[in-house]
């Protein structure tokens, strides 16, 4: 018996955790293509940004945790085919790795632009520790930086870019930043406040072409208005593919991204996928999706060691994001779709309020900008199922910290 982990993320790490809090005993080993102890993604567009310091990576999980807990760690192999008929993984070392269950965690790469100029000195991309490492270098002399897509990696990025002081523009071919992952009406709400913190943002408005300078670095940025905009240092954030090659080289079903049951299970039941990469039957959505979170690697990760242990039972973890851009602490409950319904609970204009989303007269979802305890009441409520109609959150004295104290009447 052993279990193989392609992938040493947030996902493949927990799998690995998992199973041996779970009581698994046979071999566990953790295939790694990059060569560092693995390290946590999301501080490396936030805290490793700030001016003035010398960032390290934070370990996911110290050298002791794979000693410790009999876990095999090879950094520095990428995984280069699946045999499923012997059960075996070929590896870029020319060794290969038998295993009883394979959990596929092979997370996202950055999407990426193919207009002329894009492979110019100076644009870059930010997901790995090498990206945060080359940019956290440029910022210091950087003076004119242009984000290409306000999701929420260039929005966190171009609110480091005006810490440093850096004369900043964000590029967004939508009418709303971070319009897959916000309702309009808070998305609305950090268009102005990245404004009011100095950041010019463009709105409908994409990227056409990128101009080189005489050393053959980027001059400027030629937007798809026919406007230019100079700059000495380009960051693109437009979303990421996910890694499912391998997968479907080995003959499972993909469809942006890794197919899997409700159980994590893809087409293939000795294998299972998590995280970045996997498309699954999403309960809270009422759709498959491919959810990329921290939240959603961790649960998901948690639930396939217990498919391996045997279990059947369904994933069905609350969805929760969070953003931190400059002094705004976006979080996230719950899936909110355009056209939900809204309700706003406390002051906008002081940066501390939420937004709660109802859909079919239920409450869906809830976005907070420096409100933690909205936040977490609100995964409480929603995760427990609570039915919270509009009218009664729009009650006056109505708070969600005390609503998720309360015995309130469940959804059948």
Known sequence: MSVVIIGAGQAGLQVADSLRTEGYTDRITVVSEENELPY????????YMTPGTNPAPLPLRGPEFFRENDIRLLTGITATAVDRASRRV?????????????????????????????????????????????LHAALPAARRVVVIGAG???????????????????????SRPMGRA???????????AHTAIGVDLRLDEGIERFEADDAGGVRAVVSTRAQSYPADLVVIGVGVLPNDDLAADAGLETDNG????????????????????????????GTRTRLESVQNAVDQARHAARTVLGHDDPYTALPWFWSIQGPYRLQIAGLSHPEDDT??????????????????????AVESVNRPADHQAARTLLAGGACITRTE????????????TMPVPVRV
Not at 182 to 192: E, G, I, K, N
Not at 343 to 364: Q, W
């Open 182 to 192: 916000l309702s309009p009406r808070m998305a609305d709400w950090f268009a102005s």
């Open 393 to 404: 959150a729009a009650a006056e004295g109505f708070s969600l910290k005390t609503a998720a």
């Open 40 to 47: 946590q993604r999301p501080p490396l567009s936030k805290d």
């Open 90 to 134: 070929a590896l870029s070392d020319g060794t290969d790795l038998p295993y009883e269950h394979l959990v596929l965690a092979t997370g996202a790469r950055n999407r990426r632009l193919s207009c002329p100029g894009a492979d110019l000195a100076g644009i870059h991309g930010l997901r790995t520790l090498a990206d945060a490492e080359t």
């Open 152 to 174: 929420f990696i260039g929005l966190e990025f171009a609110a480091a870019a005006r810490a440093h002081g850096c004369q900043t523009t964000v590029l967004e071919y939508a």
């Open 343 to 364: 309700l706003v609970l406390g002051d906008p204009a002081a940066a501390k309020f939420s937004i709660l989303c109802f859909r079919n007269g239920n409450l869906t």
């Open 258 to 285: 890794i197919v899997v049951d409700h159980t994590l299970r893809t087409s293939d039941p000795r294998i299972l996928a998590v995280g970045d990469c996997a498309t699954f039957p999403n309960v809270h959505a």
